[in-house]
């Protein structure tokens, strides 16, 4: 079996290879947008491939009011959930009208078909990258009031009774090959825990069954978790950041437990079917980078746990290829499969 190093460097690897490319061409995307005459004719669509409510569709309703004013013409949201966003991503991929992009997490973006021969897209091929919006560590949540689960915030505590559990615990993503899913395998490979999976729609089913008693824990966003902890439902224990991170600076890192450098992010962002034509995917990449980069989005955007990006379309798709190699690896050695 792979040592629990090596799929840890994976990850590393692929935080700072694209952190390194976004950040690198954030600085050079100008801020004027190229001209794009009779673009657009008529509303824009965001496509989502998560629930109303969700962290992608938060983040796709703080663009749609700046959007629209930046283009002049509505901005619409639509959720097509299921498969871990994959039928959203599906949607986009197969538009023609010129007028639909999509918010997208990292897995629809990076290892959908490596994990799944028979999804129907391939990011790479069908997809053209927009810009990157933002990026967050995880949270590692348990419930309050599950017996046996200790929810004091001691995650050594936790772990070692999860060691204890073994596969009578189970724990919550919003899908197969999701960085929820890859990311506590990873945690699982370095603890020697073993929960079992169980994929649910979208991140606030996760924090719902968790809190009803199904799951013993899961990694959240760290705004869905502190909001589900101010509601006493559920108990912050650890975040997956190499260090404390400032979108919640109060829990200690699992690095702090003694799961040393043990770090993973999630993020979202936009792209585009490559039948768009390429002068209106530039126009889009520019004015979605500076929306992002604006102090108004940007304030947003960290209230629901997000740390502001707004790279140019080079800066996603330079994280989109050393997270679709990075996760690649850690799919092949844990074995991970869509079934």
């Given at each position: 079996?792979?040592?629990?190093?090596?799929?840890?460097?994976?990850?590393?690897?692929?935080?700072?290879?694209?952190?390194?490319?976004?950040?690198?061409?954030?600085?050079?995307?100008?801020?004027?947008?190229?001209?794009?005459?009779?673009?657009p004719?008529?509303?824009?669509?965001?496509?989502?491939?998560?629930?109303?409510?969700?962290?992608?569709?938060?983040?796709?309703?703080?663009?749609?009011?700046?959007?629209?004013?930046a283009?002049?013409?509505?901005?619409?949201?639509?959720?097509?959930?299921?498969?871990?966003?994959?039928?959203?991503?599906?949607?986009?991929?197969?538009?023609?009208?010129g007028?639909?992009?999509?918010?997208?997490?990292?897995?629809?973006?990076t290892?959908?078909?490596?994990?799944?021969?028979?999804?129907?897209?391939?990011?790479?091929?069908?997809?053209?990258?927009?810009?990157?919006?933002?990026?967050?560590p995880?949270?590692?949540?348990?419930?309050?009031?599950?017996?046996?689960?200790?929810?004091?915030?001691?995650?050594?505590a936790?772990?070692?009774?999860?060691?204890?559990?073994?596969?009578r615990?189970?724990?919550?993503?919003?899908?197969?090959?999701?960085?929820?899913?890859?990311?506590?395998?990873?945690?699982?490979?370095?603890?020697?825990?073993?929960?079992?999976?169980?994929?649910?729609?979208?991140?606030?089913?996760?924090?719902?069954?968790?809190?009803?008693?199904?799951?013993?824990?899961?990694?959240?966003?760290?705004?869905?978790?502190?909001?589900?902890?101010?509601?006493?439902?559920?108990?912050?224990?650890?975040?997956?950041?190499?260090?404390?991170?400032?979108?919640?600076?109060?829990?200690?890192?699992?690095?702090?437990?003694?799961?040393?450098?043990?770090?993973?992010?999630?993020?979202?962002?936009?792209?585009?079917?490559?039948?768009?034509?390429?002068?209106?995917?530039?126009?889009?990449?520019?004015?979605?980078?500076?929306?992002?980069?604006?102090?108004?989005?940007?304030?947003?955007?960290?209230?629901?746990g997000?740390?502001?990006?707004?790279?140019?379309?080079?800066?996603?798709?330079?994280?989109?290829?050393?997270?679709?190699?990075?996760?690649?690896?850690?799919?092949?050695?844990?074995?991970?499969?869509?079934?």
């Amino acid at each position: 079996m792979p040592s629990p190093s090596s799929l840890r460097r994976a990850l590393l690897a692929c935080a700072a290879l694209g952190l390194a490319g976004a950040g690198a061409t954030a600085a050079a995307q100008g801020a004027a947008a190229p001209a794009t005459p009779g673009w657009p004719a008529k509303s824009l669509r965001i496509i989502v491939g998560f629930p109303p409510g969700s962290s992608p569709d938060l983040t796709a309703r703080t663009f749609s009011e700046p959007l629209s004013r930046a283009l002049g013409q509505p901005v619409i949201v639509e959720n097509k959930v299921g498969a871990g966003g994959n039928i959203g991503a599906d949607t986009v991929a197969k538009a023609t009208d010129g007028h639909t992009i999509g918010l997208f997490i990292n897995g629809n973006l990076t290892i959908a078909r490596l994990l799944n021969p028979q999804v129907t897209y391939d990011p790479a091929r069908d997809l053209a990258p927009l810009s990157l919006i933002g990026v967050s560590p995880l949270v590692l949540t348990v419930p309050v009031g599950q017996k046996d689960v200790p929810a004091t915030g001691d995650a050594r505590a936790f772990l070692d009774a999860a060691r204890a559990a073994g596969d009578r615990w189970s724990y919550g993503t919003p899908g197969v090959g999701t960085v929820g899913h890859l990311g506590t395998e990873l945690l699982k490979a370095r603890t020697g825990i073993d929960p079992l999976h169980v994929p649910y729609p979208g991140y606030p089913q996760v924090a719902t069954a968790m809190g009803g008693g199904q799951l013993q824990m899961a990694l959240l966003p760290p705004a869905l978790a502190l909001s589900q902890e101010r509601a006493g439902k559920l108990k912050r224990i650890g975040v997956t950041s190499a260090g404390r991170s400032t979108l919640a600076p109060e829990v200690p890192s699992l690095a702090e437990a003694g799961v040393r450098d043990f770090q993973l992010e999630i993020w979202n962002a936009f792209a585009a079917p490559v039948s768009m034509p390429a002068p209106v995917r530039a126009r889009l990449s520019a004015v979605i980078g500076e929306i992002a980069r604006s102090p108004e989005v940007r304030d947003k955007l960290f209230q629901q746990g997000w740390q502001a990006v707004g790279s140019s379309a080079e800066g996603l798709a330079n994280r989109m290829q050393a997270d679709t190699a990075a996760m690649a690896r850690v799919i092949r050695e844990q074995k991970i499969s869509a079934q």
